[in-house]
Nanobody
Framework: QVQLVESGGGLVQAGGSLRLSCVAS????????MGWYRQAPGKQRELVAT???????NYADSVKGRFTISRDNAKNTVYLQMNSLKPEDTAVYYC???????????????WGQGTQVTVSS
């Protein structure tokens, strides 16, 4: 069983910063791409940023230049540094990882439980 646990969400004023963390634990053979997604009330879940196991990154246009995704492969952890936060960044942020696990080995898309980020104006 593999699980992802996010932390670091909270309430911040516009212009402020937050750092999200997501740790993968359990019976893990390897982790491919890790990423952050978000879902605001009444909206669909959307991609925020992803990072491959060799460090290639991809960002949504709305967060480019403000958010930075990084990972520590030794700790099975992905981070999201969020700067210059705006009220429209308010959402539940979810961690996702492509994890190889099980016998036989298979690739699963695992989701965390989400962490709330609220940006006040």
């Amino acid at each position: 069983q593999v699980q992802l646990v996010e932390s670091g969400g909270g309430l911040v004023q516009a212009g402020g910063s937050l750092r999200l963390s997501c740790v993968a634990s359990g019976s893990i053979f390897s982790i491919n791409t890790m990423g952050w997604y978000r879902q605001a009330p009444g909206k669909q879940r959307e991609l925020v940023a992803t990072i491959t196991n060799i460090g290639s990154t991809n960002y949504a246009d709305s967060v480019k230049g403000r958010f930075t995704i990084s990972r520590d492969n030794a700790k099975n952890t992905v981070y999201l540094q969020m700067n210059s936060l705006k009220p429209e960044d308010t959402a539940v942020y979810y961690c996702n990882a492509g994890v190889r696990t099980g016998t036989p080995l298979r690739l699963y898309s695992i989701w965390g439980q989400g962490t709330q980020v609220t940006v006040s104006s």
